[in-house]
């Protein structure tokens, strides 16, 4: 069974930047589709951004398209977040999960595993 484990939280300034990363303890992420989700304190689950397991088909929520970029690297077992130009309202715990190969999606239905979040907490 595929483990996740997310890392790279903190607390960042609005306007600058932090990179979270999600490793794979146990199975190997090369074929799945990768996702970004995030919930803040009293808020439904959103979804941030997601990536196919070739690196091509990148989709991401509107209120981070151009701020924040996914990527992975399959040799390292690893998938990533570069958020940049952070705002306060992109305090939340972020998580990551993986799904069976697919076209990118924003449902949290489509993912099968998820990690156990990692704090990021943006002050202005």
């Known amino acids: 069974q595929v483990q996740l484990r997310e890392s790279g939280g903190g607390l960042a300034q609005a306007g600058g930047s932090l990179r979270l990363s999600c490793a794979a303890s146990r199975g190997t992420l090369s074929t799945a589709i990768m996702g970004w989700f995030r919930q803040a304190p009293g808020k439904e689950r959103e979804f941030v951004a997601a990536?196919?397991?070739?690196?091509?088909?990148?989709y991401y929520a509107d209120s981070v398209k151009g701020r924040f970029t996914i990527s992975r690297n399959n040799a390292e077992n690893t998938v990533n977040l570069q958020m940049s130009s952070l705002k306060a309202e992109d305090t939340a715990v972020y998580y990551c999960?993986?799904?069976?190969?697919?076209?990118?999606?924003?449902?949290?239905?489509?993912?099968?595993?998820w990690g156990q979040g990692t704090q990021v907490t943006v002050s202005s």
């Open positions: 990536i196919r397991g070739s690196g091509g088909s990148t």
């Open positions: 999960a993986a799904g069976p190969p697919r076209t990118t999606s924003s449902l949290p239905s489509s993912y099968d595993y």
